[in-house]
Structure formats: C-alpha cells, structure tokens
C-alpha cells in the first residue's frame, strides 16, 4: 500500500493506481536496475527557493510524504554564498555569487514574499541606491549622468508603450525596437549611450534588448516593482542570503525528508507514476515528482527523460534564454575609489559590456572598510571570462580600473574570486530571460506538466521571471496542485478554481494564418505547395 495511505490522504482510486505502478512497471521503466528503491508520494527535485516553497506547500496541505533530492551538499540553490577575503579580525566575509538582491521593497499593493521571508528570519540587508553613480571612460572620470537622465525619460515612455501592446494583444518586438521607436536608438560607436543601456537594460535581464522581448521584459520588470515597491535591497547577511528559506524550512521539513549530494540522472514518468534515478545506482518512486530543475539543467539534457518529453515541452524548453550573471569580487588592501559612491559606470572605448558596473562594498552600510568591490559580466563577456584562468581575468579587471582611476597607484588585489555560471552542473546558467516574439501560450507549455511531472522555478514563472519571488510563487502553485491532485480535490489560485492538470498548446499555432499567404503580401506561391 502507498506510503500517504496510513495519513488517511489518499482516496481508494489514487491508492490502487500507486499500487499498480508501484507492482508492474511499464515496459522501458528501467527500475529493475536500482540498487535500491525508495517510495514516496511526492519527489521534489532541487532544494532551492522553488522546491522548499513545493515542500511547505505539500506541508500545509497534509501531504508530508514526499522526499527533496537536491545536488548539493546544502539546499538553497541558486541562492549561492561563499567566504571572500578576511576581515580587520582575519575572518572571510560572505559574498553572494548568485541571487544577491531583495527586489521589489514596499508596500504597493502587496508585500513581496521574499521581503516577508527577509524580515521574518532577520536578513542583515542595506538599500541599494542606484542614484549614488559617478560615470568614466578610459580617460578616467567623466560626467555623462545626462545620458543616464535622457534613457530614464524614454524608458517611462517605452514603459507605457509596452504595457499598451501587451493590453491590446498585438504582435511582440525586440527590446530594441520598442525602445527605438519610443526615442532610444544610440549609435554603435557611442560607448557612453551604449554603456547607459547596459546598465539600465543587460545589467537587470543579463541579455541584450537585441534578443529580449519589449513586451515582457517591459512588464515581468512593471510588475515586480509596481506591485510591491520600487526598491532594491542588497543581502549581506554573513549566515547567506539563502538563510531566508533555510531557517524557513526548519519549521516543516524534517531531515528524512531531504537528500543531499544526489544527482539525478534520468526520470521515468507515465501516467500512473514517476520513478527517479540517481547517480548512484539507487532510485526514488513516486507518486508525482516536481521538478525544480534551472532552464539550462533542462536545456543541456543532462537529465534523460524516459520516455523523452513530448516535442511541445522540449521546444518550449529550448525557446527560451537562460542568462549569465557574473560578479567578480576583489578586496585590496585600501579603497582607492570615492567611498561615499556606491556605483560606478564604465564605458569601454572599443567593446560593450565590458567590464561596466563596478559596485562598493567598502560604502557605509555594506562592509565599511572592507575594501572590497565586484564588477558584473552578463552573456559574451560572462562566458569569455569564465573561459580564461582568474590572473587573466583579474588582469583585464584591473586594467580597466586602473583607466578609470588613472592619478591612483592601484596596487593588485588581495583576493581575488568569481564563479563560473555555464559550468555549475547544478545550474548552468543564473536565471532565465523571455526572448522576443515568443507567447504568453508558449510559455504556458514550459509551465505545463508532463504526466505526473510538474515543473517550477523562476523560468517557470510568466510573471516574475528572473526573480526569487518567481520561484517561490512557482514553488507554492505546484505544490499546492500536486496536493489537491492527490487528495482529488481543485485548489484556489489567486481566486480561481483549478482542477487537474495544466492546459499546454500542441499544435502552437503561428502568428500568420495559412489564407494570409498570398501574393498580396508579397507571397507568390500557391499555399498548396506548402503542404
């Protein structure tokens, strides 16, 4: 008898059907070849933001069978810390290589739920004033804060534009577009526009407005800071920002329930159930299994799929782009740079985006003395740089400072660390962006289930993509469906009654319907040859 039955949770139909699974597997499941074989109800796979918020669901729905199957050695994901440099005491500080930000501050319409997890487990964050900026070049400093000025009048403009697009339902354009035709269009050979855009625009989405939905980009941003604040605030916590779901979980997670350093390694899932292999030889079993897995896990195919995902759920996996956010931290014996500035922009003379925005760690209210900054890489850069051995890197890095600083006898770093994004196996990639042109229905199909395989995360999120709080609403809806799945039963989300399974799009239909190809829009051949 399935585990949950002794809870009361399951009715007769759910339970014979685990049962059965459980006794007979199908052809092609490979679960004779396990080692050992553990039953669950439900499998969460990742112990990061999205699958601890899966779990607290499942939780306060009485579902308290289910097991996390996390890759490392400690959960909290893509919520990544790591000791940087010491102190005046000779202690390292904690520094966050991957989310690092509480965004989305106040009291709008509702309250972030990251900003409530802050508050709740005393999260040591400072505000993070994106006015306090001084601007260089390779000259040293140079004031083009007029610049930044002009694309903060346009981008309220394109703002408004986009949000009319996404209203009316018309047809989608590049970042680039909207914002050429709202009055941004700098020229290629204009490094302080271009570098500009780079902090108002890559440094946020870690892709370019070239390959970025205008629409979505526009409002997965709108809706984050219009409805819960417009502020940012920086973690700095010296336990790690992740602290906020860790101590989180300690009130409804109990240790049997989570495994840590395993790696799964393919997924057999049917109608009846899903059985999940690790690394190791030994296998889970269970009822329904959420995975948690980032866009590039899903994207490298590193994971088998048994039978492989149907065509709709791999093309949507593939649609989208999973982004690299790179900060490289240096600590140096002496801050040489304004201590009162917490931001500074640089314009590269010959190359966009590189090396841009150099952030203080050294300000009042970060680490005061701690002589530490980082500068953030995204895309081409990010991934060229992870390329390269940490001297070669820290050689350009320092050139450039030394550009901007040029009346400074920069000495080298005393410590010196970056991580290598498209390489963490666990993650490759830091967070998803929405590419043009693709619907609000394609992206329904990456939300979609597969069988007894639901899926959440911050890509999983058409909202709030890209955000901590996109994982951890993703997180709760699985959960909660997955729980009223088993107890058979529809659930409320934000009001309405959801029943079963989620709706996915198979055909995806084209923006252009088949009677439109005609020679009157410059389409001479018969649609009959077409087929």
């Known amino acids: 008898m399935h585990t949950l039955a002794k809870y009361g949770l399951l009715t007769t139909s759910v339970i014979q059907a685990c049962s059965a699974y459980v006794a007979q597997p199908k052809d092609g499941n490979t679960t004779s070849t396990c080692k050992t074989t553990t039953d669950t109800t439900v499998a969460i796979l990742g112990g990061g933001m999205a699958g601890l918020t899966a779990a607290q669901a499942l939780t306060n729905a009485s579902v308290t069978d289910f097991l996390i199957l996390e890759y490392r050695d400690q959960l909290g994901g893509r919520m ?4 940087f440099g010491k102190d005046k005491n000779g202690d390292p500080f904690t520094i966050e290589f991957g989310a690092n930000w509480v965004q989305g501050i106040g009291s709008n319409t509702t309250e972030n739920p990251i900003w409530h997890l802050a508050k709740k487990h005393k999260l040591k964050n400072h505000y993070s004033n994106y006015d306090s900026i001084l601007t260089y070049d390779e000259n040293g400093y140079v004031d083009y804060t007029d610049i930044l000025n002009e694309y903060s009048k346009i981008s309220d403009k394109a703002s408004q534009q986009a949000g009319k697009l996404l209203v009316e339902n018309v047809q989608d354009e590049t970042a680039r577009t909207g ?21 108002n625009w890559d440094w946020e989405d870690a892709w370019s407005p070239e390959t970025s939905s205008f629409i979505f980009g526009m409002a997965g941003e709108n809706l984050t800071f219009n409805q819960f604040g417009p502020d940012n605030n920086l973690a700095i916590d010296q336990r790690g920002f992740s602290v906020i779901i860790t101590d989180e979980a300690k009130t409804y997670l109990k240790p049997e329930q989570v495994r840590l350093n395993t790696e799964v390694t393919q997924i057999d899932y049917s109608s009846d159930g899903v059985t999940v292999h690790t690394k190791n030889g030994d296998c889970v079993r269970a009822a329904y299994a959420i995975c948690t897995f980032s866009l590039g896990v899903l994207q490298r195919d590193v994971v088998k799929w048994e039978p492989q995902l149907p065509l709709w759920k791999r093309t949507a996996i593939q649609k989208f782009n999973m982004g690299t956010y790179t900060k490289i931290f240096m600590q140096f014996n002496e801050t040489f740079w304004p201590e009162g500035t917490e931001y500074f922009l640089y314009a590269s003379p010959t190359t966009r985006g590189y090396y841009p925005v150099w952030q203080s760690l050294s300000t009042e209210g970060f ?18 740089a992870e390329l390269q051995s940490d001297e070669e890197t820290k050689e350009e890095a320092m050139a450039v400072l030394r550009e901007m600083f040029p009346n400074k006898d920069i000495p080298d770093p005393i410590a010196f660390k970056y991580p290598r994004w498209t390489s963490v196996p666990w993650a490759y990639g830091s967070y998803s962006n929405w590419p043009a042109g693709t619907t609000l229905e394609m992206h329904q199909n990456l939300r979609a289930n597969v069988d007894r395989v639901w899926f959440a995360g911050e890509a999983i999120s058409a909202e709030y993509f890209g955000f901590l709080q996109g994982a951890w609403f993703e997180g709760r809806e699985a959960g909660m469906q997955v729980a ?8 409320s989300i934000y009001g309405d009654k959801v029943c079963g399974d989620r709706i996915h799009y198979d055909p995806l239909q084209g923006t252009t319907p088949i009677d439109a190809y005609t020679l009157i829009n410059g389409w001479p051949v018969d649609s009959v040859h077409l087929e």
């Not at 990544?80 to 000791?83: G, V």
Request: proline share 4%; net charge negative.
């Open 80 to 83: 990544w810390h790591t000791d």
């Open 179 to 199: 914002y050429a035709l709202a009055g941004w269009n700098p020229r290629h050979g204009d490094m302080k526009a271009q570098a500009v855009e780079w902090w």
């Open 367 to 384: 680490f005061p003395g701690s002589n530490i900054i980082f500068v953030t890489l995204v895309q081409d850069q990010a991934w060229r």
């Open 484 to 491: 009223a799945l088993l107890q058979e039963r529809c659930v």
